[in-house]
C-alpha cells in the first residue's frame, strides 16, 4: 500500500467509537449507499450498503495506549493499515470460501455490469491490460509497453508474448480488437468508452502483438485511467462470440487470469480453480468458492465461525464486530469511493434545483454519521478526500437545516402541485438488498426527510438496482462511487455524453461547463496542473445539488487468520500493486496455511 495510517490507531478509534455510540444509547448500523464504478465498471453500482481498505496482517493487533490515542490529530486522517507482513512460506492448495456482498448479472467484461463483488470475481478469471501500483501509477501488466504521440491522443500498446486463454485461443491484437468491439456494440458498457474515440478508426493493429488506440481528446495518463478496470479486461474472442450466440455463457466467462471457471450457481455460489498455465505465476489456491450473502451482519457471523474464509464490507457495525474478534485480520482502505444518497435530474421532482436542494437540506447527516456509522468514516462533503492534492477545502455542503427547507418545499409545490401530496413532494428512496443495514439507512434518512417529502422506499436485489439506476428509474438511491486513484477514470460518471436511455452520468445532469474542465483536465501528466481544475469541477457539483455526501467508505477486507497475502501481487517489472482498491481484491499470491 502507498497509503499510510497503523491498523492499532484504527482498532482503538472503532473502540472509542462504539463506546460512545453505546453511551449515547444509538442503534449502529451501516451506510446503504450502492457501488458505483463499473458499469461493468462501468457500472460498478455494488451494494451492500456502502463502503475500500488497506493492510495489516499481524496475527494481533497493537491497541495504542490511551496517551497514543489522545496524541492522535483532530483532523480526521485517512483510515488504512501499514503493509501485510507474511511470515510463513507460501502453501499450494486449499479452497478459499469468500464472502460477496450481492451477485453479478453475468460475468461478461465486455456486457455484465460489474459492482464490487462482480469485479473480484471477474479478476480472478480476467487479465487487464495495466495496473496501478503502489505509488499510483499505471504499470503494464498484459501489456509489455506503451507509449504515446506528443498530444496523447494515439497510445501504441504491445502485448507480452506467449500468452493462451484459458481455452487455448491466442492473446494477441486481434483478440484485444474484438473486445474493444464488444465493448462498443453493448448499450451500456459501450457509454463507458464510445465518447473517447472516432466512430471509424478508433483501433489499429500494428502486428501480431502491438495495436494503436486513437481517441477523439487527449488523454495524457490512458492506459491507468481505462484499462485496469473493467473496460482494461481482455476475455477469449472465441468465448466471446459463442456467448453472442448463447447469452446463458455470460455466466462461464473465459479469460487468461489465475483461475478458471468451474460451476456458477446464480444467486448461490460460483467456484473457479487454479489455472496451472498461468503466464504469470501458479497460484497457490487450489480453488476460490464466492458465496453470496447479502446481509452484511451474516456475512460477518459466518466469518467469525469459520463457514467462510474472507469478506469484504463496508457496514460499520460489521467492521466494528470483526476488529473485537479472534483469529480475524483486517485491511482497510478509506482513501477510494464515497458513499452518498444520489438524485436523478431526469425527472420530476428532482429536475427541479428546490426539490433536490430542499432534500440536501432536510437530510439528516449528523444522524446518519452517529446511528449509521458510529463516527467511524471520515465524513465527506465531496469526491476527493482531505489527503488528496485536488481537495477543495472551500466546499460547503449543508445538510441538517430543515428550517430552510420549508420555502423551498412551499414554492415548488405551489408551482408544481402533481408532485406533491398534503404539501410535501412526493419522491421514492431505492436501495439495494436484502440488507439489514440498508433498511436501517433509508429509516435514518427518511425521518429527517418525513416533514416535507412523502417517500416511498423500494428495496432492489443489485442487478436489477443498477440497471433500474442506468435506464433513469429512480428519483434517489443510495450509491457509491468516484475515488479512483486517478480521477480520470471517473469522468465517465460526470460527461454530459454519457447519458441517453441508458446513462453512466446516473444523475442526467448535463454541465457543459464541467466537461470542458474534465477535458482539460485529462490534457496535463502532472497532478499540479489538475489541482485548480478539479477543485472547481467540485464546486460545480456541489452547486447542481446532485449528491448527498455522506461519508469516505470504509472497506474492510477481512480474513481468517490463517489466509495470507491478500496484498502480495506484484507485476512481472517486481512493481507491488496498489492493494484493496474501492473493495477489489485480488488472489494471485493467497494461500491458506490449514491447522
Known amino acids: 500500500m502507498h497509503r499510510s495510517k497503523l491498523f492499532k490507531l484504527l482498532v482503538a478509534f472503532l473502540a472509542l467509537a462504539t463506546f460512545a455510540a453505546a453511551c449515547g444509547g444509538s442503534d449502529d448500523d451501516s451506510s446503504s449507499s450502492s457501488d458505483s464504478s463499473s458499469a461493468s465498471e462501468t457500472a460498478e453500482s455494488s451494494s451492500e450498503s456502502s463502503a475500500s481498505e488497506a493492510s495489516d496482517e499481524s496475527t494481533e493487533a497493537e491497541v495504542e495506549t490511551e496517551e497514543e490515542v489522545e496524541a492522535a490529530p483532530e483532523e480526521e486522517s485517512a483510515i488504512v493499515a501499514e503493509e501485510e507482513e507474511v511470515t510463513v512460506d507460501p502453501v499450494s492448495g486449499g479452497t478459499l470460501r469468500w464472502g460477496i456482498e450481492a451477485e453479478s448479472d453475468g460475468l461478461n467484461p465486455t456486457a455484465s455490469a460489474l459492482s464490487a463483488s462482480g469485479r473480484t470475481m471477474s479478476y480472478a478469471i480476467f487479465d487487464t491490460i495495466a495496473k496501478i501500483d503502489e505509488d499510483g501509477n499505471g504499470i503494464e501488466w498484459l501489456a509489455e509497453s506503451w507509449e504515446s504521440n506528443s498530444d496523447c491522443t494515439e497510445w501504441t500498446i504491445t502485448l507480452r508474448p506467449g500468452i493462451q ?74 468465448w466471446l462470440q459463442a456467448a453472442l450466440d448463447d447469452p446463458t455463457l455470460d455466466q462461464q466467462p473465459v479469460g487468461s487470469g489465475p483461475f478458471m471457471i468451474d460451476t456458477r450457481i446464480l444467486d448461490s455460489q460460483t467456484t473457479v480453480v487454479k489455472n496451472d498455465n498461468y503466464w504469470n505465476g501458479t497460484p497457490y489456491l487450489d480453488a476460490i468458492e464466492f458465496v453470496v450473502i447479502t446481509d452484511s451482519d451474516i456475512r460477518g457471523s459466518l466469518l467469525q465461525e469459520g463457514e467462510i474464509d474472507g469478506l469484504v464490507t463496508t457496514n460499520v457495525p460489521t467492521i466494528v464486530d470483526l476488529a473485537d474478534a479472534d483469529g480475524i485480520n483486517q485491511f482497510f482502505e478509506d482513501t477510494g469511493d464515497e458513499s452518498f444518497t444520489m438524485l436523478q435530474t431526469g425527472r420530476a421532482p428532482f429536475n427541479d434545483a428546490r426539490a433536490r436542494e430542499a432534500l440536501f437540506l432536510a437530510t439528516p447527516n449528523e444522524n446518519y454519521q452517529s446511528l449509521i456509522n458510529v463516527g467511524v468514516p471520515r465524513t465527506a462533503n465531496q469526491i476527493f478526500t482531505p489527503d488528496e492534492p485536488y481537495y477543495n477545502p472551500d466546499i460547503v455542503m449543508v445538510t441538517d437545516s430543515p428550517e430552510l427547507a420549508a420555502p423551498l418545499v412551499e414554492e415548488y409545490c405551489a408551482d408544481v402541485p402533481t408532485s406533491c401530496t398534503n404539501g410535501k413532494i412526493n419522491m421514492e428512496y431505492q436501495y439495494s438488498g436484502p440488507s439489514v443495514a440498508g433498511e436501517r439507512t433509508a429509516e435514518v434518512l427518511i425521518e429527517g426527510w418525513e416533514e416535507f417529502f412523502n417517500v416511498t422506499i423500494d428495496m432492489k436485489p443489485q442487478g436489477a438496482h443498477i440497471q433500474e439506476v442506468a435506464i433513469g428509474l429512480f428519483d434517489a438511491v443510495g450509491w457509491r462511487q468516484f475515488g479512483y486513484v486517478n480521477p480520470s ?39 499540479e496542473p489538475q489541482i485548480e481544475i478539479y477543485q472547481e469541477i467540485s464546486q460545480r457539483i456541489n452547486d447542481s445539488f446532485l449528491y448527498i455526501f455522506h461519508n469516505h467508505s470504509l472497506w474492510d477486507v477481512a480474513v481468517r487468520d490463517n489466509v495470507y497475502n491478500i496484498c502480495g501481487v506484484t507485476a512481472p517489472s517486481g512493481k507491488a500493486l496498489d492493494c484493496l482498491i474501492n473493495g477489489d481484491v485480488w488472489f494471485n499470491t493467497t494461500f491458506i496455511v490449514q491447522d
Open 165 to 238: 486463454f484459458h481455452d487455448g485461443t491466442p492473446l494477441n491484437s486481434a483478440a484485444v480488437e474484438y473486445n474493444f468491439n464488444a465493448q462498443l456494440a453493448d448499450p451500456l458498457v459501450s457509454l463507458a468508452v464510445k465518447y473517447l474515440f472516432p466512430t471509424e478508426g478508433a483501433f489499429d493493429i500494428i502486428d501480431d502483438l502491438t495495436f494503436r488506440y486513437n481517441t477523439l481528446e487527449p488523454d495524457c495518463r490512458y492506459p491507468s485511467s481505462l484499462l485496469t478496470s473493467q473496460v482494461g479486461m481482455v476475455a477469449s474472442p472465441t
Open 489 to 527: 477514470t471517473d469522468h465517465t460518471w460526470l460527461r454530459c455524453d454519457t447519458i441517453g436511455a441508458l446513462s453512466l452520468n446516473w444523475p442526467r445532469y448535463c454541465d457543459e461547463e464541467r466537461d470542458a474542465l474534465l477535458a482539460a483536465a485529462k490534457v496535463e501528466s502532472e497532478v
